[in-house]
């Protein structure tokens, strides 16, 4: 990651936690317990060295893996992973993310107020990561984004027919994944956790018997697709 990485981790901080040094920089929670909101099942981390390496398992091992898999850390490039690192849910419903733009004139109203739960009524009433990036240039003389890409290397959202990259389980695996276990229809491979996809979850659960909730949570759900993927000889990544 370059220089101006830590600008990233700086507005996810203030996002995810309003600072908290002793909370998880996945999605604020605590970092003493294993985590229960999405990503779940992540930690605990204990020590001086808690919240380093909490970031570092939020950054390199928790969809979208920002730390390995962004390639263009201009200001547009930051922008972008950042909604990837909030999810695209805003994306598929065609509105500006307010975990990006809340508080500018991008950005009105609709929020998600709890994971798969979206109002449309609701106010993001915190700064967006835009804003926050902006305060940062205005503040410190010595932040210098690089210059944007002649050429675009990041992707355009939404992504259809993504393959799945080995060893991430992620949005794009699970659809794709749901896809080979039967999935009815079959879902968009995308990477958006959108209603189709929450939906195929659930009817996955409840045909497993598992806590129906639309969320695939690593405890339960993506254990047992990975079992039923092994158990019908398919592979666990294309």
């Known amino acids: 990651m370059p220089d101006e990485a830590w600008i990233f981790v700086a507005v996810v901080h203030m996002r995810e936690s309003s600072m908290d040094f002793t909370t998880h920089l996945g999605q604020g929670d605590p970092l003493n317990k294993k985590t229960t909101n999405i990503p779940a099942g992540r930690g605990p981390f204990f020590g001086a060295d808690a919240f380093e390496r909490g970031a570092v398992d939020a950054l390199v091992s928790c969809a979208p893996h920002a730390a390995m898999a962004n390639k263009d850390w201009s200001i547009s490039g930051m922008l972008t992973y950042l909604e990837r690192y909030n999810g695209l849910g805003y994306a598929s419903r065609g509105i500006p993310s307010p975990y990006v733009w809340a508080g500018t004139n991008q950005y009105t109203?609709?929020?998600?107020?709890?994971?798969?739960?979206?109002?449309?009524?609701?106010?993001?009433?915190?700064?967006?990561?835009?804003?926050?990036?902006?305060?940062?240039?205005?503040?410190?003389?010595?932040?210098?984004?690089?210059e944007?890409?002649?050429?675009?290397?990041?992707?355009?959202?939404?992504?259809?027919?993504?393959?799945?990259?080995?060893?991430?389980?992620?949005?794009?695996?699970?659809?794709?994944?749901?896809?080979?276990?039967g999935a009815v229809p079959q879902l968009r491979v995308d990477g958006i956790n959108g209603p189709s996809t929450r939906m195929a979850v659930r009817a996955f659960q409840k045909g497993h018997k598992l806590k129906v909730d639309g969320i695939a949570g690593t405890i339960e759900t993506i254990p047992t697709i990975k079992l039923d993927l092994k158990r019908l000889n398919k592979p666990l990544f294309p």
């Open 148 to 181: 944007t890409p002649v050429a675009p290397i990041q992707p355009v959202l939404p992504e259809p027919d993504k393959v799945p990259i080995a060893g991430m389980f992620d949005a794009v695996w699970l659809q794709w994944a749901l896809n080979q276990l």
């Open 109 to 146: 109203r609709g929020k998600y107020v709890a994971d798969g739960v979206f109002n449309r009524n609701v106010v993001d009433s915190q700064l967006g990561c835009a804003g926050l990036i902006l305060a940062i240039d205005a503040i410190d003389d010595d932040v210098n984004f690089i």
